[in-house]
């Protein structure tokens, strides 16, 4: 029984390199959820296997430029050359049809999200080691060295971020860290903050039924 009726937005962030992307995939082939993914629009080049609309919407810069003049994202930022940015209108009309909405971002556009969408619930994933982080970084073998230490030194100052969040999970094993993340959806939808209306509206209604 579902008390309460407004969609969540639920943010999962955390440092580069520590495997957000693999975690939200393994959060959406898990059963019997109403989750909605929130696809980011990018200004980076579509990887191999990459589909537009389904990955990312793919643009231009001078098309993202003109939506952020006409204040069309949620949040955004730039990220190693790049732009990504959450679409505001998908994600609100998601949300009023009651659905939960993921959004999988960095931690720069988690913090706007934060300062906008109080009430969203905010999940930084964080490695089991800092040595698991290179690790990763490393085993992707997409960047050279000194790129992997400089990721690594950004990763140490978004480290200290954490205190902005709501819950820290551990991605130690995929599938453990996207359990984790469904147990707090769970958890966060019982607070009675968010299902108290809920619950009162159904006793009116069935004390109306009985008159
Ligand atoms: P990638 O290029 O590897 O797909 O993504 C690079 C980083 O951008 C990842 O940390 C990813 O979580 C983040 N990202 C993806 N979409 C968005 C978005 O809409 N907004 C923000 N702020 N970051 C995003």
Redesign the pocket.
């Known amino acids: 029984m579902k008390l309460n009726k407004k969609g969540l937005l639920i943010v999962i962030s955390g440092p ?1 390199g520590v495997g ?2 693999t975690v939200r995939k393994a959060l959406f082939e898990m059963q019997g959820h109403d989750l909605v993914y929130s696809v ?1 629009m ?1 200004t ?1 080049k579509p990887r191999v296997g990459e589909v537009d609309g389904k990955d990312y919407y793919f643009v231009s810069r001078d098309e993202f430029q003109n939506r952020i003049e006409e204040g069309k994202f949620l ?3 730039e ?1 190693v050359g790049n732009y ?3 679409p505001l209108d998908k994600v609100q009309e998601q949300m009023s049809k009651g659905h939960e909405v993921v959004l ?3 931690v ?2 988690a913090l706007q999200v934060r300062q906008k969408v109080p009430d969203a619930v905010f999940i930084f994933i964080v490695p089991p080691t800092k040595r698991a982080l290179y690790d990763r970084l490393k085993r992707r073998g997409t960047e050279s060295e000194d790129v992997i230490r400089s990721r690594m030194e950004k990763a140490d100052r978004e480290f200290l971020l954490a205190n902005r969040y709501d819950y820290i999970v551990v991605n130690d094993e995929v599938n453990n860290a996207a359990d984790r993340i469904m147990a707090i959806i769970r958890a966060e939808h019982a607070k009675t903050a968010r299902s108290i209306a809920g619950y009162l509206e159904m006793l009116e209604s069935e004390d109306a039924k009985n008159e």
């Open positions: 580069s957000k992307g980011s990018t980076r949040e955004y930022a990220f990504y940015g959450t999988e971002i960095e720069e556009g």
